[in-house]
């Protein structure tokens, strides 16, 4: 009899649990679809809310630490997920607060302006000091260069160090971005950014794809430093169809020559893109005062164009921006 009851017990069972999963199956379906289905609402086993609960298996999962990413300069394991990070590089810093990492960040450089609520110190990102660096203590220090004494210092006491150089191409922030993501744990929010970024920059490519292929200058600096197109900045100009004059003249081959005056006002550009407004106070205004250059196309017609010297000199999130400011001044001239 024992025997018996227990086959009883077992096929009732096996019963209920076929009849939910074939209720479960029939929801599953009608959402995976988007269309409701004709069946009478008393044909349904289950209550709505209770067939949405899956949907909190979708939530991301917490990143598993260690972590061993691939970094500029080998190798770098994070035993643990970064609490305390200190950014020294500003399109670091901009990229962490964009992939939500920002509540991670404990500090960041004097050069670090963006966005308004990033923590900033007195370290230079440009010349760090390395017993400052230490008394903050970090878990994580973010930068795009540091002198090779302050690298073994930190090494020295255990201190993880990231190098991100400065990117060369859309694909290297990308790459940066991404890796950001796996160093902090938040890698689906960092993808997230990417794929935002690339949709918005293929939609402005298009919306350029019209435009009249203009000669430009892009000014560095009032000593008439410029960028090719070999450079991050120069790539972006030649995605929206634009022609630099400075290819010609970097003989040197570094991507950043120095033209001469006399070169800029022969060649008399279509546009000029001033990325110098902020550092150095150039405008539009102090260009049309200078001897000769009120005579040039692009002053003459005010096709003097001011950019924010922090979006035209960062490869971060921010490198939509450019694009669009590129884009929307182009508009304004055709």
Known sequence: MKIFKKLITLAIVAFLISTAASCSSSETQINASGVKADTPVSSQMEEPVEAEEPVEAEEPEAEA???????????????????????????????????????????????????????????????????????????????????????????????????QFSAMTLEDTYQQIRQLGQATGNSEQAENVVLEMEQKIDELVTRASGFTSFTFYHELDQ???????TTFIGQVYAMIGLTNIADAADTAGSGYPQLSEEY????????????????????????????GWSA???????????????????????????????????????
């Not at 035209?312 to 182009?330: H, K, L, Q």
């Open 264 to 291: 800029i006002l022969l060649q008399d550009p279509d546009l000029i893109f001033l990325a110098d407004t902020k550092c150095c106070g150039q405008s539009a205004e102090t260009v049309s005062e200078r001897n």
């Open 65 to 163: 630490f260690p972590i061993t990413l691939q970094t500029a300069m080998g190798e770098l394991t994070l035993e643990a997920q970064p609490v305390k990070i200190l950014s020294l590089s500003p399109t670091a810093t901009e990229i962490l607060f964009a992939i939500g990492a920002g509540e991670q960040v404990f500090a960041v450089d004097d050069q670090s302006n963006y966005p308004p609520e990033a923590p900033v110190s007195d370290i230079s990102g440009w010349s760090p000091n390395l017993e400052a660096i230490l008394a903050m203590e970090p878990d994580l220090v973010v930068h795009s260069y540091l002198p090779e004494d302050i690298e073994q210092g930190l090494a020295n006491v255990g201190i993880p160090s990231l190098t």
């Open 223 to 229: 000593t008439y430093y410029s960028v090719t197109s």
């Open 296 to 334: 040039l196309t692009a002053v003459s017609e005010g096709k003097v164009i001011e950019l924010d010297d922090d979006i035209a000199s960062r490869w971060g999130p921010r490198v939509v921006d450019f694009f669009e400011a590129v884009i929307v001044a182009m508009e304004q001239v055709e």
